[in-house]
């Protein structure tokens, strides 16, 4: 840990700045806010278990957080932000030790536009609230993670890439930020209102560039959406399908995710709901309302077959969501059965035939292991989103995003899986790191320069970055 003033001078400083409830030192607090869902991961269970703050800072006023910042200069102490900790990767993990500072008190929606469709926001405002607030005002989310119902809008954008509405809307990069509120990590702790290229150095970033302490968000018209699931005879069928759907303009959808058996049946809920079929792969969608029969007829096509349905009435309203079962959250309810699984981010091609051979050659690499229950299976088993990225550019492009779980739990056979990858075309944003610069997907200098402005003594997050991004090379 770093050096800081001693324990009990920290605890009585920050009780001074910021209350009673400001303020957490008890070994529970530090355990719970010192960590994120890295343990979807072995190799960072072993490198971050041990990791923690020395004292929890939760603001609750742009004051209270500049107070705290300017402390912080002057003790040369680490800061490391803190959303709800819904993040995957140790982005919120303090390496150095130092504050944790929580933004749950810092959650607050400011101002719903009804007329602008924007909202503006504190940086721990969660992004459950804003769907829920905005909907009935006539709008919704651009795109959200499956932890939408917790997730806070500051570590969604500081740590993550899309989600639900990204096959409609793309991603973090394709305007889902209008503008932000920057607080500099200095003894002036002066604040920056940023928009246009300027965002590109807090989106992916970590919270290694600066303190986004207000929000305004661009979001989009509502759309009444119904739930179905569709079960397929295997997962070819499901992604020429899926692939089909998701280029067809005539049909609106928020959300085409695709599992490849036995991945559905992990899902205990919608098995129960009768949403599964055993042995087949399951396509779980979000679609227009009064457009699942006109899409289910497409599917036969492909041995498609309708397992589930909510109409719009009961969309985010009943026990569970289809997106609960989709992105990260696949990962969780296959760990929660078999704790053998984790998984990679690999980016297939985005032409069906290339994708289909690049995971049949990847289920060669894996081959059959034995599972938890003594039976055999693929070592890997494939689950697919499907969005877009660069809406509205010229670059504007499909993707397929295969959150393939694989059966290893060893350090350099999970590696050994990213190189092959690497060596047949799929590019790997490996779970397996807690190094920004390490995911494909950070913007790079952009993120650099915003760190040499805002963050000049690299106070922010450190180690998040490797020596040569440190160094400020790319």
């Not at 400001?22 to 530090?30: A, F, H, K, M, T």
């Not at 500099?184 to 290694?208: C, D, K, M, N, S």
């Not at 699931?229 to 399908?241: G, I």
């Not at 989709?326 to 297939?348: C, F, I, K, P, V």
């Amino acid at each position: 840990m770093t050096t800081t003033p001693q324990a009990n001078a920290l605890h009585t400083d920050l009780l001074a700045m910021l209350g009673e409830r400001g303020v957490l030192q008890d070994e529970r607090s530090l355990t719970t806010f010192s960590k994120d869902a890295f343990y979807y991961s072995p190799v960072l269970r072993a490198e971050l278990a041990d990791k923690r703050a020395d004292i929890i800072a939760a603001p609750q006023s742009v004051e209270e957080l500049r107070e705290l910042v300017r402390y912080a200069c002057a003790h040369d102490l680490p800061l490391t932000m803190r959303g709800s900790g819904t993040g995957n990767y140790g982005q919120c993990v303090p390496l150095a030790g130092g504050i944790v500072v929580s933004t749950h008190r810092l959650g607050r929606i400011l101002e719903l536009n009804a007329q602008t469709g924007v909202a503006r926001t504190e940086p721990g405002a969660r992004l459950g609230q804003i769907e829920r607030q905005a909907r009935p005002l006539g709008w919704e989310l651009r795109c959200y993670p499956s932890t939408w119902a917790t997730a806070a809008v500051g570590g969604f954008v500081g740590g993550g890439f899309g989600g639900v509405g990204s096959v409609r809307n793309g991603v973090l990069w394709d305007g889902f930020l209008r503008s932000i509120i920057v607080m500099e990590v200095t003894p002036q702790a002066a604040l920056h209102r940023l928009e246009g290229a300027a965002l590109l150095g807090f989106i992916h970033a970590y919270g290694t560039s600066g303190i986004m302490v207000e929000l305004e968000v661009n979001l989009s018209a509502a759309v009444p959406w119904e739930e179905a699931a569709l079960s397929f005879p295997d997962l070819e069928s499901a992604l020429r399908f899926g692939h089909a759907l998701a280029l067809d303009a005539a049909q609106d959808k928020r959300l085409i995710s695709l599992h490849e058996w036995p991945i559905p049946g992990y899902f205990g809920p919608l098995e129960a709901a009768g949403g599964v079929a055993s042995g087949r792969a399951l396509a779980l969608l979000e679609l227009r309302e009064g457009r699942t029969d006109a899409v289910l007829e497409r599917a036969r096509a492909w041995g498609g077959e309708l397992t589930y349905r909510t109409d719009s009435a009961a969309y985010h309203a009943g026990k569970f969501c289809l997106s609960d079962f989709t992105w990260n959250h696949t990962t969780l309810w296959a760990m929660r059965r078999d704790e053998g699984w984790t998984y990679l981010q690999s980016n297939l091609s985005s032409e069906v035939e290339r994708a289909l051979a690049q995971m049949a050659e990847l289920r060669a690499y894996h081959g059959q292991v034995q599972v938890a229950d003594g039976s055999q299976g693929c070592g890997v088993a494939f689950h697919l989103e499907i969005g877009r990225q660069g809406v509205g550019s010229e670059g504007e492009r499909l993707f397929i995003s295969a959150l393939d779980l694989i059966y290893l739990q060893d350090a350099a056979q999970i590696q050994a899986a990213v190189d092959e990858r690497e060596r047949i075309g799929v590019s790997v944003a490996n779970p397996h790191t807690y190094f920004l610069d390490a995911d494909p997907r950070w913007s790079g200098q952009p993120v650099l320069d915003a760190r040499a402005a805002y963050n000049p003594r690299g106070l922010l997050n450190p180690g998040k970055l490797s020596r040569g991004a440190e160094a400020g090379s790319a």
